[in-house]
Every structure is written in structure tokens, then in C-alpha cells.
């Protein structure tokens, strides 16, 4: 069972959460549930599931805070028997997926849940991206960092190699290198590269 596909159940109430996994685990979906939000904070969240489907009356915006502090990839939907607009508003704000009414409805929750399970898939593939990135940053030297950042502002090598007191030759190896340590061919790559993955390439002291 792929992880993207793992859905987290947290519901006191075992009779209110068992029609929900059979749903779940019908549609393909590997679910585990837990009684308390102190439990699953304890045990669950470390399996990092795509999505978690929790009572809104037991667990509201702060387990959205903490989620978020731990794995922001875990996607939350909420669900209560009533709907209390000013719940509704405080946990969609917070950035829950959905807010649904007990008893739950089998083709609410697949929606719902599908719904969570595409946004945390997202969310994990541009954290990857993210990390591969900073990974290739940190092969950089100082100086080539440093090139970096005055390439991306747009200055010429040889307004570079002023600023940087050197030859411009030298500036065209260190832009060779740092373009082949960032696996990228061109400009505009280059500039698609940090944008995409929308690192901070200036975190290193500027160079005299």
C-alpha cells in the first residue's frame, strides 16, 4: 500500500469510525483509527498519513497548528454532528480540507478524503523538489553562492568580476560550476530552478 493512500481515523466514538473504514478501505485506502487526539499525536502522527479524518468537537485548530508544526503534508478533515458556523470558519481558516456533518455519507467522505489524500500528494512531491534543491545548494562554495546570487540579479560576468575584485574568466568558471553542481544548462533554467523550488539562495555572508 503506497503511503500516499494511508488515512488516519480519530473519533471516540468506535461506532461512529468503523462504517467510515470499511468506506475507506473499499475504495482502496489503508486506514487506522484512534480514540484520542493525545494517542494519535502519540502514535499516529509518525506514520504520517496523507490525510486524517477527525472529530471536529475533539480535536479543532490547535491539532491543525501542531499537524502543521510536525508534517504540513497532513491533510485534516473534520466532521461533527452539527454544523457550528463559527467551528466551520475557525477550522476551514486553519486550513482544514473539509468540514462534513455526522453521520457520515459514503460518497462525502471518497470526496473529501480523495480530495485530501491529491493535496498531501502535491505537498510531499514540492517539499521533495524542495529538498533535492537545497541539497545541490549546499555543494556550492561560498564564492560560487555568492556568484549565484549576483547571476540571478542579472549582472553580466564582467560586472560580476568587478563587484567581485577578480577576472572575468574566473567568474565563467564559477558559473560553469555552480550551473553543473545545480544540474541546470541555461539561464533559464537556472532561474526556473530557484523559482520553482523557491529556496533562499542568499543565506551566506556577501563576499568582498
Not at 49 to 71: K, N, Q
Request: net charge positive.
Amino acid at each position: 500500500m503506497a503511503p500516499g493512500r494511508l488515512v488516519h481515523l480519530l473519533d471516540r466514538d468506535r461506532a461512529s469510525w468503523q462504517p467510515s473504514q470499511a468506506t475507506l478501505r473499499t475504495a482502496g485506502f489503508q486506514t487506522e483509527a484512534y480514540p484520542t487526539v493525545a494517542q494519535w499525536l502519540a502514535d499516529g502522527i509518525h506514520a504520517r498519513p496523507a490525510c486524517l479524518v477527525a472529530d471536529a468537537y475533539g480535536a479543532d485548530v490547535e491539532l491543525l497548528r501542531r499537524i502543521a508544526g510536525f508534517d504540513p503534508t497532513i491533510r485534516v478533515v473534520f466532521a461533527a454532528a452539527d454544523a457550528d458556523i463559527r467551528l466551520i470558519v475557525r477550522v476551514m481558516r486553519g486550513g482544514a480540507v473539509d468540514y462534513l456533518q455526522k453521520p457520515l455519507c459514503g460518497v462525502a467522505l471518497l470526496d473529501a478524503v480523495s480530495r485530501a489524500v491529491i493535496l498531501s500528494g502535491t505537498d510531499r512531491a514540492v517539499l521533495y523538489r524542495r529538498s533535492q534543491a537545497q541539497e545541490r545548494l549546499d555543494r556550492l562554495t561560498p564564492r560560487e553562492r555568492r556568484v549565484l546570487v549576483e547571476v540571478l540579479e542579472g549582472r553580466l560576468n564582467k560586472q560580476i568580476a568587478a563587484t567581485l575584485d577578480c577576472q572575468e574568466a574566473t567568474i565563467k568558471v564559477h558559473r560553469s560550476r555552480l550551473m553543473r553542481k545545480l544540474g541546470v544548462s541555461s539561464l533559464a533554467r537556472l532561474v526556473h530552478f530557484v523559482r520553482d523550488v523557491e529556496v533562499d539562495v542568499v543565506d551566506e555572508p556577501r563576499l568582498a
